[in-house]
């Protein structure tokens, strides 16, 4: 048993522990419960109660949700919206997001796959300065798909 001040006070019986929980106005809580013999410590249970959920509220605070954002282009999209779509890729790389480049096939397109692969090539060269290659370039369907990460881990501005 550990004792208000957390001090060891030694293996006790249960009536000795209540009594001493009983005499520090604070309860018993049984900390340990698969060790041999148990282990309980005097304490306050509902400011245990508060700081636990205080440090798990924290640590929620401060995970960092990383979304998957997608661009999607066509073996025909010209380069001028290609720019485009590549500048809001920079910008989501930038905050730290993931970005999906994936090129849609229509009707007889599907045969050109070498033309859409050229294309990723390109938009991850376009990036190489914020991104890293997570995954490469992999058929889905009627679909080219490749997946750029953040280079170095930036944090999301307030």
């Known amino acids: 048993?550990?004792?208000?001040?957390?001090?060891?006070?030694?293996?006790?019986?249960?009536?000795?522990?209540?009594?001493?929980?009983?005499?520090?106005d604070l309860d018993l809580?049984?900390?340990?419960?698969?060790?041999?013999?148990?282990?309980?410590?005097?304490?306050?249970?509902?400011?245990?109660?508060?700081?636990?959920?205080?440090?798990?509220?924290?640590?929620?605070?401060?995970?960092?949700k990383i979304e998957v954002k997608e661009i999607r282009f066509r073996p025909k999209t010209n380069i001028?919206?290609?720019?485009?779509?590549?500048?809001d890729a920079r910008g989501w790389l930038t905050e730290g997001n993931k970005v999906r480049v994936r090129?849609?096939?229509?009707?007889?397109?599907?045969?050109?796959?070498?033309l859409a692969l050229n294309d990723l090539k390109k938009v991850a060269k376009e990036l190489a300065d914020l991104s890293i290659i997570e995954q490469a370039p992999v058929m889905e369907g009627r679909s080219v798909v490749m997946v750029l990460a953040p280079a170095k881990t930036i944090k999301k501005k307030a």
Request: proline fraction near 4%; aromatic fraction near 8%.
């Open 29 to 64: 809580v049984e900390v340990a419960p698969n060790s041999d013999p148990p282990v309980c410590r005097i304490m306050d249970f509902g400011k245990f109660l508060y700081e636990k959920t205080k440090k798990e509220r924290d640590a929620r605070k401060a995970q960092t």
């Open 1 to 24: 048993m550990i004792g208000a001040n957390n001090e060891n006070v030694g293996v006790v019986s249960i009536q000795e522990a209540t009594r001493l929980a009983n005499e520090a």
């Open 103 to 114: 090129i849609r096939f229509r009707g007889r397109e599907i045969d050109y796959v070498d």
């Open 80 to 87: 001028y919206h290609q720019g485009f779509k590549i500048k």
